[in-house]
C-alpha cells in the first residue's frame, strides 16, 4: 500500500468552495500493525474562507479515520458531503443558523 501520498480535492456545497486533502495512508506503522489504513482527512471552507461548517465552527476541520470509512464512497469528497448533509440535521447547527438569521434589536 502507498503511503503518504497527499490528493487535493475541490467541491461545493450549499454555495460554499470546500477544499480537501486526503491521505490514504497516513502511517506506514498503523497499516503494518493493524493491516488496514489509517486515513487523514484535512477540510477546509476556502469561498468564503473559513466560514463556519456543520462539522466545524472555525472552518477548518483536521481528521483522522479508518480507511474503511470511505470504501463505500467514490471519493473523498463524496464522504466529506454525506458527512456535511448528516451534521445539518445537528441540533446545534440548526441553532447555531437560526441565531445568526435571527435579526437582534440590540
Not at 475541490?10 to 506506514?28: L, P
Not at 462539522?55 to 476541520?61: D, F, V
Not at 440535521?89 to 435571527?102: D, K, R
Request: proline share 6%; hydrophobic share 35%.
Amino acid at each position: 500500500m502507498e503511503h503518504d501520498v497527499e490528493q487535493r480535492f475541490e467541491f461545493e456545497w450549499c454555495g460554499i468552495s470546500i477544499e480537501i486533502y486526503y491521505v490514504q495512508s497516513f502511517s506506514k506503522a498503523y497499516y503494518d500493525a493493524l493491516g488496514y489504513p489509517l486515513s487523514h482527512l484535512s477540510i477546509e471552507s476556502v469561498s468564503p474562507k473559513r466560514v463556519p461548517l456543520p462539522i466545524t465552527e472555525t472552518g477548518y476541520l483536521s481528521d483522522f479515520i479508518q480507511g474503511s470509512e470511505l470504501r463505500d464512497y467514490d471519493n473523498p469528497c463524496d464522504y466529506v458531503k454525506a458527512w456535511l448533509d448528516h451534521a445539518v440535521e445537528s441540533p446545534e447547527w440548526i441553532q447555531q443558523q437560526a441565531s445568526q438569521n435571527q435579526m437582534s434589536l440590540f
